[in-house]
């Protein structure tokens, strides 16, 4: 068994595609844990804004938090009507193509995948954030452990969506598990106490106030907490990936996602205020982040603590596997369009879109390179992405039920769309607000580096677009096969010295064409050839030209190139000139012998001549220009070693020709 398939899994066939589909159940973990992993950065990163007052940041952030919740609800309501009206992926670039147009829908798409590589970074940041938080010695190796991470979760997503969505199906129900039974045990003792409960462990003391609090500075903490919200879109942007009844499975998973995130939101809010938890820098040694300092005075540091932060660190890892799910559907989505590269669009060993996941990693794991894997570091360029998506995808969902209400014919019908048009217009309405704040609030934090990338992700898919329409342009015919001009073509082959290897070309040559020519480059080892070039003519009059006149072919002429720089290329390139020049609209078949190697090794004991001369040949030598290349096999392969197992059995298509 290869390493790749003992890590991947095998290859899986077309027809299991439908087999691969997930439900409810692992659609939650596939694609929710975004969502409820923002329950412990969100708030943290609403707090961490309010450290500056103190403990009246603690008792304000109701104030913060209240509204997100109302937004949450709308995003809810909102978007099961996008699911319901676009049943196969109703995501902001879906939307917004069909009711808004083709640069409405770049925007969304460059918004969102933006948003998708910041979502992993952030998530797996705050993970590491809080195993640092219950394990301080690890806290030097917050980096190394955010990229090890990285790599479990992309492995594991290019296993399929079904293979992820059951593999962190146990930490997903283990963390809403041990975090609500937290929050209850919480809350409990908060009303038997009168909302004012004798923590276990004291959570450490607040800072000394710097500023009062105000408007701007509740409104840079709202923004903040509006990470909260980055994961709601998710289900939207990935329902095809559901069994059937689709719109009925992506209903239930973003109820459940909405519905446990605002819940432990709402309960995570109310007990900071009773135990008086606040933010810490992360930065700093001897860091805690609010779970840990809430769950600390809850239950205290024994076992069921440990394993609440495992779970916890579980969830917000994962919580990248989000956008491993998404990233990739949007881009195949968009480079379907020809705006992204074609790759994009391939599906992969595993019937998933393995170019974005790859991309998605790398883009992820430069970005937690570049800001040490630090949470705070990354969140001012969080969420602005998410909520640009949100109100693209609602204002094409209005544009959208314009159009059905202007179509309806019973009153039914129009009450229906009317009653869907208020929903997705309060959803852009709030939504837009939103993100106005974040742009004024985060700004200076670095915002604008987000809103500087967005234009920047826009030109590179339009220069993408226009790169496959100057192709397709020039590649579209719809001229019949002109065999006028079939004539054969002149053969040149080139050789290094008289071997085995060269015989087959030459045979092989002789085949296609009695118009042969065989080159053969000379000072490419060095200025002393005096003697090469006697030998080398010898053998050629003993061993081709006598042969070819016994056997009735016109003898091949063999052409000596001096190679005064020793480059291979430049010489033949200029031979092909002249010879291209003499035999106007002729084909010329180039062959070049190569040794196949089968080993790493074997690159190192060989030149790569072969390989550069038919890069060089590739790129600049016409479209008159025909490379060939003539293997040497050390080892004779068998064609069933190409083959993956479940291949050998798979039936073979039919040819288009009958015989």
Not at 29 to 53: K, W
Not at 206 to 217: C, D
Not at 497 to 510: E, G, H, V, Y
Not at 629 to 642: A, T, V
Request: hydrophobic residues 50%; charged residues 15%; contains cysteine.
């Amino acid at each position: 068994m290869s390493l790749l398939k003992l890590i991947l899994g095998r290859r899986l066939a077309n027809e299991e595609y439908v087999e691969r589909k997930i439900g409810a159940f692992e659609g939650v973990p596939a694609m929710g844990l975004d969502g409820l992993g923002s329950a412990s950065y969100g708030p943290e990163a609403a707090m961490t804004v309010l450290i500056p007052l103190g403990a009246a940041g603690t008792a304000s952030i109701h104030i913060v938090m209240l509204p997100i919740l109302a937004l949450l609800v709308i995003l809810y309501v909102s978007y099961r009507q996008t699911i319901r009206a676009y049943p196969s992926n109703g995501g902001a670039y879906t939307v917004s193509k069909a009711n808004l147009g083709t640069n409405a829908s770049l925007l969304a798409a460059s918004a969102l995948m933006i948003d998708y590589v910041l979502n992993v970074a952030v998530g797996i940041s705050a993970g590491v954030g809080a195993l640092t938080s219950a394990i301080p010695a690890l806290h030097p190796y917050t980096l190394a452990l955010c990229l090890a991470i990285l790599v479990l979760v992309t492995i594991m997503n290019l296993r399929g969506t079904m293979d992820a969505g059951r593999a962190w199906a146990l930490p997903t129900y283990l963390f809403v598990a041990s975090l609500a039974l937290i929050l209850a045990i919480g809350v409990y003792k908060t009303i038997m106490a009168g909302g004012e409960p004798p923590p276990v462990v004291p959570p450490p003391s607040s800072p000394r106030p710097t500023e009062v609090i105000s408007i701007w500075l509740l409104l840079r903490s709202f923004a903040a907490g509006c990470t909260a919200m980055t994961g709601v879109e998710a289900v939207s942007n990935g329902v095809s990936a559901f069994r059937e009844p689709v719109v009925t499975r992506a209903h239930r998973t973003l109820g459940a996602i909405c519905v446990i995130l605002g819940l432990l939101l709402g309960g995570i809010t109310y007990l900071v205020r009773s135990y008086g938890v606040t933010a810490m820098d992360q930065t700093q040694d001897g860091y805690q982040s609010i779970l840990s300092q809430l769950a600390g005075a809850v239950i205290g540091r024994g076992p069921f603590y440990y394993v609440a932060i495992a779970s916890v660190l579980c969830i917000l890892c994962l919580s990248a596997n989000t956008s491993f799910v998404d990233f990739p559907r949007v881009c195949r989505l968009v480079a379907s369009d020809d705006f992204l590269p074609r790759p994009f669009a391939a599906v992969g060993r595993r019937l998933v879109f393995s170019v974005g996941i790859l991309y998605l990693a790398g883009a992820a794991g430069l970005l937690l390179i570049a800001f040490g894997g630090i949470t705070d570091r990354l969140i001012p360029l969080f969420a602005i992405g998410a909520f640009l998506t949100f109100t693209m995808s609602q204002l094409g969902m209005v544009v959208h039920w314009r159009g059905e209400l202007q179509r309806a014919r019973t009153e039914r019908e129009q009450r229906q769309h009317r009653a869907s048009l208020a929903i997705n217009a309060i959803g852009m309405a709030t939504t837009g607000i939103a993100l106005a704040i974040i742009l004024v609030a985060k700004f200076v934090e670095g915002a604008w580096i987000t809103l500087l990338v967005i234009p920047c992700v826009l030109f590179l898919l339009r220069t993408v677009k226009r790169y496959y329409v100057e192709l397709d342009a020039q590649m579209r015919t719809e001229a019949r096969l002109d065999l006028r001009d079939a004539h054969p073509p002149i053969v040149l082959v080139v050789t290094e010295t008289w071997n085995r290897l060269t015989d087959r070309a030459l045979q092989f040559a002789l085949r296609l064409s009695p118009d042969v020519i065989a080159v053969h480059l000379m000072k490419l080892g060095g200025p002393d050839v005096r003697e090469q070039r006697r030998l080398l003519r010898q053998r050629w009059s003993e061993h081709v030209e006598q042969p070819a006149r016994i056997a009735g072919h016109r003898p091949p002429p063999l052409v000596l190139l001096e190679a005064h720089y020793r480059r291979i290329a430049g010489p033949l390139l200029q031979f092909l000139a002249q010879v291209e020049k003499d035999n106007r609209g002729r084909a010329i078949a180039v062959l070049i012998p190569e040794i196949v190697k089968e080993h790493w090794w074997q690159y190192l004991l060989h030149g790569q001549r072969a390989r550069r001369l038919r890069a060089a040949l590739l790129r600049y030598g016409g479209s008159h220009i025909v490379v060939i290349n003539i293997p040497w096999y050390l080892e004779e392969p068998h064609i069933e070693q190409g083959l993956e197992q479940e291949e050998i059995s798979a039936p073979l298509a039919e040819t288009v020709t009958k015989r």
